[in-house]
Protein backbone atom coordinates (compact mmCIF):
# COMPACT_ATOMS: atom_id res chain seq x y z
CA UNK A 1 0.00 0.00 0.00
CA UNK A 2 1.25 3.19 -1.43
CA UNK A 3 -0.13 5.36 1.30
CA UNK A 4 -1.10 3.91 4.63
CA UNK A 5 -3.78 5.13 6.41
CA UNK A 6 -3.38 6.33 9.70
CA UNK A 7 -5.05 6.94 13.10
CA UNK A 8 -3.65 9.84 15.44
CA UNK A 9 -3.88 9.35 18.66
CA UNK A 10 -4.82 12.47 21.00
CA UNK A 11 -2.47 13.53 23.71
CA UNK A 12 -4.63 14.03 26.86
CA UNK A 13 -6.95 12.16 28.34
CA UNK A 14 -10.56 11.34 27.00
CA UNK A 15 -9.10 13.35 24.21
CA UNK A 16 -8.93 16.20 25.86
CA UNK A 17 -12.04 16.43 26.67
CA UNK A 18 -12.94 19.41 24.46
CA UNK A 19 -10.57 21.50 26.01
CA UNK A 20 -11.49 20.41 29.91
CA UNK A 21 -8.12 18.23 30.71
CA UNK A 22 -5.83 20.61 27.64
CA UNK A 23 -5.91 22.22 24.56
CA UNK A 24 -3.44 20.53 22.55
CA UNK A 25 -5.99 18.24 20.66
CA UNK A 26 -7.33 21.22 19.01
CA UNK A 27 -4.45 23.57 19.10
CA UNK A 28 -2.51 21.70 17.71
CA UNK A 29 -3.07 17.90 16.72
CA UNK A 30 -6.23 18.72 14.78
CA UNK A 31 -4.49 20.89 12.33
CA UNK A 32 -1.77 18.49 12.10
CA UNK A 33 -3.97 15.47 10.72
CA UNK A 34 -5.61 18.16 8.64
CA UNK A 35 -2.25 19.38 7.05
CA UNK A 36 -1.33 15.89 6.53
CA UNK A 37 -4.21 15.30 4.54
CA UNK A 38 -3.40 18.03 2.35
CA UNK A 39 -0.35 16.51 1.84
CA UNK A 40 -1.70 13.54 1.01
CA UNK A 41 -1.13 11.73 3.73
CA UNK A 42 -4.54 9.74 4.49
CA UNK A 43 -5.12 10.50 8.80
CA UNK A 44 -8.15 10.63 11.06
CA UNK A 45 -7.98 11.36 14.49
CA UNK A 46 -7.10 13.28 16.63
CA UNK A 47 -8.88 9.70 18.78
CA UNK A 48 -8.10 8.71 22.38
CA UNK A 49 -5.36 6.39 22.47
CA UNK A 50 -7.30 3.48 23.17
CA UNK A 51 -9.83 3.42 21.15
CA UNK A 52 -7.54 4.31 18.15
CA UNK A 53 -5.83 1.13 19.06
CA UNK A 54 -8.99 -0.54 19.17
CA UNK A 55 -10.17 1.11 15.49
CA UNK A 56 -7.35 -0.06 14.27
CA UNK A 57 -6.77 -3.51 15.72
CA UNK A 58 -10.44 -4.45 14.72
CA UNK A 59 -9.66 -2.69 11.15
CA UNK A 60 -12.47 0.16 11.68
CA UNK A 61 -11.57 2.78 9.31
CA UNK A 62 -9.36 0.80 7.71
CA UNK A 63 -6.02 2.04 9.78
CA UNK A 64 -2.85 0.81 8.75
CA UNK A 65 -1.10 1.94 11.51
CA UNK A 66 -1.41 4.19 14.35
CA UNK A 67 0.79 7.78 15.47
CA UNK A 68 0.51 8.41 18.73
CA UNK A 69 2.08 11.28 20.73
CA UNK A 70 4.92 9.79 22.70
CA UNK A 71 6.79 6.28 22.98
CA UNK A 72 4.69 4.97 26.06
CA UNK A 73 1.63 6.18 24.43
CA UNK A 74 1.84 3.05 22.36
CA UNK A 75 3.91 0.49 23.73
CA UNK A 76 1.26 -1.23 25.33
CA UNK A 77 -0.86 -2.32 22.42
CA UNK A 78 2.48 -2.95 20.29
CA UNK A 79 3.34 -5.01 22.85
CA UNK A 80 0.10 -7.07 23.36
CA UNK A 81 -0.25 -7.21 19.70
CA UNK A 82 3.14 -8.83 19.08
CA UNK A 83 6.23 -8.27 21.39
CA UNK A 84 8.67 -10.54 19.28
CA UNK A 85 8.10 -8.36 16.03
CA UNK A 86 7.10 -4.91 16.87
CA UNK A 87 9.00 -1.45 15.76
CA UNK A 88 8.76 1.63 17.45
CA UNK A 89 9.59 4.96 14.52
CA UNK A 90 11.23 7.88 16.31
CA UNK A 91 9.73 10.54 13.87
CA UNK A 92 10.77 13.77 13.14
CA UNK A 93 14.35 13.36 12.86
CA UNK A 94 16.92 13.97 10.27
CA UNK A 95 17.34 9.70 9.61
CA UNK A 96 15.43 6.61 9.93
CA UNK A 97 15.76 5.72 13.53
CA UNK A 98 13.94 2.46 14.60
CA UNK A 99 14.08 0.23 17.53
CA UNK A 100 12.63 -3.29 18.56
CA UNK A 101 9.32 -2.43 20.89
CA UNK A 102 10.73 -4.74 23.32
CA UNK A 103 13.73 -2.08 24.03
CA UNK A 104 17.53 -3.70 25.03
CA UNK A 105 16.45 -6.79 26.89
CA UNK A 106 20.07 -6.46 28.94
CA UNK A 107 18.39 -8.88 31.25
CA UNK A 108 18.33 -11.90 29.13
CA UNK A 109 22.00 -11.26 28.00
CA UNK A 110 24.19 -14.56 27.62
CA UNK A 111 21.23 -16.84 28.45
CA UNK A 112 20.48 -17.69 24.48
CA UNK A 113 16.35 -16.84 25.16
CA UNK A 114 16.98 -13.74 22.50
CA UNK A 115 14.47 -13.45 19.85
CA UNK A 116 15.56 -11.36 17.16
CA UNK A 117 12.72 -11.19 14.77
CA UNK A 118 11.84 -7.60 16.08
CA UNK A 119 15.83 -6.13 15.67
CA UNK A 120 15.68 -7.62 12.09
CA UNK A 121 12.06 -5.83 11.50
CA UNK A 122 13.21 -2.60 12.28
CA UNK A 123 16.46 -2.49 10.74
CA UNK A 124 14.59 -4.16 7.39
CA UNK A 125 12.26 -0.51 8.06
CA UNK A 126 15.05 1.43 8.74
CA UNK A 127 16.55 0.49 5.24
CA UNK A 128 13.29 0.85 3.55
CA UNK A 129 12.48 4.38 5.12
CA UNK A 130 16.11 5.84 4.07
CA UNK A 131 15.54 4.24 0.31
CA UNK A 132 12.36 6.05 0.45
CA UNK A 133 13.94 9.30 1.62
CA UNK A 134 16.50 8.91 -0.83
CA UNK A 135 13.99 8.76 -3.35
CA UNK A 136 12.41 11.76 -2.84
CA UNK A 137 14.95 13.38 -2.30
CA UNK A 138 16.20 12.91 -5.69
CA UNK A 139 12.55 14.11 -7.14
CA UNK A 140 12.92 17.17 -5.64
CA UNK A 141 16.10 17.74 -7.08
Known sequence: KTSPRLAVCGLNPHNG?????G???IKIISPGVELANKAGIPADGPFPADTAFVRAIRKEGGYDGVVTMYHDQGQIAMKLMGFEKGVTVHGG???PITTPAH???YDIVGKNLANPQAMLNAFDLACRMGQHHRQLKKQVA
Open 23 to 25: DEE
Open 17 to 21: DNGNY
Open 93 to 95: LPI
Open 103 to 105: GTA
